[in-house]
């Protein structure tokens, strides 16, 4: 059983520097599970991978808080009007939150038809490779590309409505594309249509909210809520590990691209897909 919670907690600690840094958690997670496989069932494997993402979702409810929590009088600098009742609604957290619903759409739509098939055909070695490549090189042409270019939006507050649609459209390609990272994928694209690295960044960990808690639930559902108590403290102590440190690497991210662009995040991914193709194409040849 110790041995099992060291393993958890170094999944924990892969899930909490990969789940927001743009350089996809699926691939590493499937990396790291190659030498320290839980000794669980494929089904719990399956949903601890999921859920374990509720930790690192929760630094971002606690690190954005006074930005996301849409009541209270203190700081209410858009009041829904005068009543008692109005002075407590924040209109301009309701009206951001519902762009993060419109940006989530496609992918709450496509999760919901196609979750087991996507498991079934693209969770795998081989589309993650491609896919941190593909993504990688993406990053690494845009950056070149935006070099110099002064973005359009600089602020949450200035994403429209479509734009806030096109940033879920390539949310899309993360969902049914292991290995393409979701952060990864919304940044992409927002830097494509002359949104800022910072409001990316942001508002990637803002859509990140509806979507783990949407997937988690929909994989404890299917795993049922009947846990042994070894399973139980598993998926406790990983979802505390990811809180821990996704803490500590959103803080990091958000200072590190005021400064930076994510090239290095491409070059990683270019580099991380092509181990992912030699490791487990000789594991292939062996075989």
């Given amino acids: 059983m110790i041995w099992e919670i060291i393993k958890t907690i170094i999944l924990g600690v892969v899930e909490g520097v990969t789940e927001w840094l743009p350089i996809s958690s699926t691939g590493h997670l499937i990396l790291v599970e190659e030498f320290l496989n839980l000794d669980k069932s494929d089904e719990f494997k399956e949903m601890f991978d999921v859920v374990i993402q509720l930790g690192a979702i929760m630094a971002v409810v606690v690190i954005f808080w006074k930005k996301l929590w849409p009541f209270g009088r203190k700081g209410n600098a858009h009041p829904l009007n005068k009543t008692p009742f109005g002075k407590m609604i924040k209109t301009d957290i309701f009206v951001m939150w519902f762009k993060v619903l419109v940006a989530c759409l496609p992918a709450a739509v496509i999760g919901l038809l196609l979750d087991d098939w996507i498991d079934e055909h693209l969770y795998n070695p081989w589309t993650v490779a491609v896919a941190l490549i593909v993504f990688g090189i993406a990053f690494i042409i845009i950056e070149n590309w935006n070099k110099g270019k002064k973005p359009k939006i600089t602020t949450i507050a200035e994403l429209g409505f479509n734009t806030a649609f096109i940033i879920g459209v390539f949310q899309l390609i993360a969902a049914i594309f292991p290995g393409t990272s979701r952060s990864g994928a919304t940044i992409v694209g927002a830097l494509l249509i002359g949104v800022s690295r910072t409001v990316a960044a942001e508002f990637t960990f803002y859509l990140a909210i509806p979507v783990m808690f949407g997937a988690s639930l929909l994989k404890l559902v299917k795993f ?61 040849i062996i075989k």
Avoid at 241 to 251: E, G, P, R, T
Avoid at 256 to 264: C, L, W
């Fill in 224 to 284: 049922g809520f009947d846990f042994t108590g070894s399973e139980l403290a598993v998926l406790i102590t990983g979802m505390v590990v990811a809180f821990l440190v996704s803490v500590v690497v959103i803080k990091f991210l958000m200072d590190y691209i005021k400064k930076h662009d994510f090239k290095v995040f491409g070059w990683y991914r270019i580099v991380l897909g092509i181990l992912v193709l030699i490791y487990f194409g000789a594991k292939a």
